[in-house]
């Protein structure tokens, strides 16, 4: 069951201050996307093979300031990649904050006016086009209740460690299993200040099935060639391509059971963590909230992406339990 410390308000940990990004190198080129923007949904470019077989799509800029999966989509669409069967789509997501990246501050551009991943509640896509974030979701909507299969591709500013998103569904939980890559799965409730695009219904409840990989650091080339192995692995796991052989380290699943929010402005961590560790001990302190102290709550205890400035009502870290 998910506990929180706090009550919760916008998404994540808000847009990164000035200065988050102080010691990451960009060691990434944003990709030249212009071929990719034409046609009928800016964005969205759609090869058919022909034959029957699902809709699959690949998802990248949901967050601006994370190139890696548009660098990847744009290298895969120049190289021809195309299903072997059914339908195959790459999108290019929040286009208008990635048009603002800029490498001397490269925080700033993860979203304009909301985080536009903690917007795809049916009632928030239903109510009035309160930002560029939300007009865009609601644009790209239609389109995406057409998809089948979706790989949401997204990189992290502290935790080096890649993870496979799958929610709260079981099917895309045994999807995760067999994509494979990286080896690391966590199922969680998602955040309390919104829902991603994996959450929305057609994914969590429906038969369609949704991932989230995040497949390491911002602006590093290796961030890349994880999502490269693990979208081909998807696309294959899909029937999209051919299948490929197992990956060589077997997927292992942790669930998240607490979402700490702080309730106070004076949280801090005991140390510097970056996510991806495991406390082996129960009961080691990981911060304090004001007088609350924040322990692991069992032995093995997974630390998932915790936030680099916890603040008050915006989830501060994430605790997962091996299965």
Do not use: K
Not at 137 to 146: D, S, V
Not at 159 to 188: K, M, Y
Not at 276 to 288: R, S, W
């Amino acid at each position: 069951m998910t506990t929180q410390t706090g009550p919760a308000s916008a998404g994540g940990s808000g847009q990164p201050r000035a200065g988050d990004a102080a010691g990451h190198a960009v060691r990434l080129s944003p990709p030249d996307l212009r071929p990719w923007l034409g046609g009928g949904l800016r964005g969205v470019v759609t090869r058919d093979s022909g034959l029957p077989g699902p809709h699959a799509a690949l998802v990248a800029l949901m967050h601006g300031n994370e190139i890696a999966g548009a660098v990847l989509l744009d290298s895969l669409l120049r190289e021809g990649l195309s299903p072997a069967r059914g339908r195959l789509s790459f999108v290019f997501a929040n286009l208008d904050a990635f048009a603002r990246f800029d490498a001397a501050d490269p925080t700033a551009s993860r979203f304009l006016e909301e985080d536009m991943n903690r917007l795809w509640a049916e009632e928030v896509l239903a109510g009035p086009p309160r930002s560029l974030e939300l007009r865009r979701a609601q644009e790209l909507l239609p389109f995406l209740r057409t998809v089948d299969l979706l790989l949401d591709l997204h990189s992290m500013l502290l935790q080096p460690v890649p993870i496979l998103l799958a929610g709260r569904s079981e099917a895309a939980l045994a999807l995760a299993r067999e994509v494979g890559v990286p080896s690391l799965v966590v199922a969680d409730q998602g955040h309390p200040t919104g829902l991603r695009l994996l959450d929305h219904p057609h994914f969590a409840r429906g038969p369609a099935r949704a991932l989230l990989l995040e497949a390491g650091l911002h602006w590093e080339p290796e961030t890349v060639a994880v999502m490269r192995e693990g979208t081909l692995r998807f696309l294959a796991a899909a029937g999209l391509l051919p299948p490929m052989p197992p990956p060589p380290v077997p997927a292992r699943v942790a669930r998240v059971t607490d979402t700490i929010v702080p309730a106070s402005h004076r949280f801090a961590f005991v140390a510097r963590f970056r996510g991806g560790e495991v406390i082996a001990e129960e009961g080691t302190l990981l911060a304090t909230d004001g007088e609350r102290e924040i322990r692991t709550p069992y032995p093995d205890c997974l630390l998932v992406m915790p936030a680099l400035r916890p603040v008050r009502g915006h989830t501060a870290v994430r605790l997962a339990r091996f299965a």
